[in-house]
């Protein structure tokens, strides 16, 4: 295990934004493994259903699941094809939670596609999230031990039970800041989680190091996804390249909204009836106050804050150009919220 200090010294901020590409070269053939064994999964469904799954197998995500789990397995030892079936399985179950949330969310866009359910209707996109959970899960349980089947079970249905809470919280004008940390750390920060666990359990890592590698995965989860929130409320469609506006239609309250209620106790009534009426004078309105009395920065805070944890999680772990990685990644996401962020407050 390489010591704090030499990791400390490999650690080091970004001196400029790079894109997620660049980023990522250190397992860029890795990452093209994976994208190659994940399009070879079609085969393994029924013919009739195969177009379906090539379909939203084939969306242009970010494949960040995928990528921690080959960093974690470089970061502890070296990246072999047990890394990059990993990739597959969290990446397989990540795209199933997209397609039954973009039936829940009733979302038109998604990777700059049209979703599933626009196109075939939520009865099959329902059923085509089952048999990604399930294909994955068949994956999962071709490993020599079953701890990688186990957690990944484990994290599936932390993930799935994250989602029935959220739901049971819509236009809850009572949700606090720590049940809604509490909902993504299990909708988001279990599956980075798991995906930075089994890439270094993979690698027979010590306990220690596997520890500090699910806790940064976690910490990293929850960070993007509240970045990705934000992105929600004030990012530009076009940008993102799928539907926004989606959580606050469907009473989902994220943490732009939530600090802005906690701002205003007297008028959490008022303010609720504006996102859940969400009319284009309401978003105006809401937009205005959420960048002009220091929200946007509160966020930007919370942000930071799980980005530092993470970035001391690493300090565990040996010092290579896996774990450099690693933390440039919280300095990429530092960077896309802040360019965010300041974005908004200037527009």
């Known amino acids: 295990m390489g010591s704090a200090t030499a990791s400390a010294e490999i650690i080091r901020p970004q001196s400029a934004p790079v894109s997620l590409l660049e980023l990522l070269s250190p397992i860029a053939g890795d990452l093209a493994r994976v994208e190659d064994l994940l399009a070879q ?5 029924d013919g009739g259903i195969g177009g379906y799954v090539e379909y939203v197998l ?14 974690a397995g470089g970061a502890t030892g070296r990246i ?10 969290v990446e397989l179950i990540h795209i199933a939670t997209l397609v039954h949330d973009d039936v829940l969310d009733e979302a038109a866009l998604r990777h700059g596609l049209v979703t599933a359910n626009s196109r075939w209707g939520n009865d099959i996109s329902v ?8 294909h994955a899960l068949k994956l999962a349980a071709s490993y020599p031990t079953t701890v990688v089947c186990q957690r990944v079970s484990e994290a599936t249905n932390t993930v799935c039970s994250g989602e029935i809470l959220q739901t049971q919280k819509r236009f809850d004008l009572n949700l606090n800041l720590d049940q ?7 909708k988001t920060g279990a599956l980075f989680a798991v995906s930075c666990e089994l890439g270094g359990g993979l690698n027979a890592a010590a306990p220690g190091e596997v520890k500090s590698l699910a806790e940064y995965g976690e910490n990293l989860g929850v960070a993007y996804q509240i970045f990705d929130d934000c992105v929600d409320i004030l990012g530009q469609e076009r940008k993102a390249g799928k539907s926004l506006g989606t959580d606050v239609k469907q009473g989902k309250l994220t943490l732009p909204y939530l600090l802005l209620l906690h701002q205003s106790p ?3 009534e008022a303010l609720g009836q504006m996102m859940f009426r969400d009319t284009p004078g309401d978003r105006r309105d809401l937009l205005a106050l959420v960048t002009g009395n220091g929200v946007s920065h509160q966020a930007q805070v919370t942000i930071d804050t799980f980005i530092a944890d993470a970035r001391a999680n690493l300090a565990a772990l040996p010092a290579n150009r896996f774990t450099q990685t690693l933390a440039d990644l919280l300095d990429y996401l530092a960077q896309q919220s802040r360019a965010l962020l300041t974005a908004a407050e200037g527009a």
């Open 180 to 186: 809604y940390l509490g909902l993504i750390k299990m």
């Open 127 to 134: 059923l085509l999230g089952d048999c990604l959970f399930a």
């Open 58 to 71: 084939g969306g242009t995500g970010k494949r960040l699941r995928p990528s921690l789990a080959l960093l």
């Open 266 to 268: 007297a008028q959490r």
């Open 80 to 89: 072999h094809d047990d890394h990059v079936r990993l990739g597959v399985i």
């Open 41 to 45: 999964q079609v085969t393994e469904f």
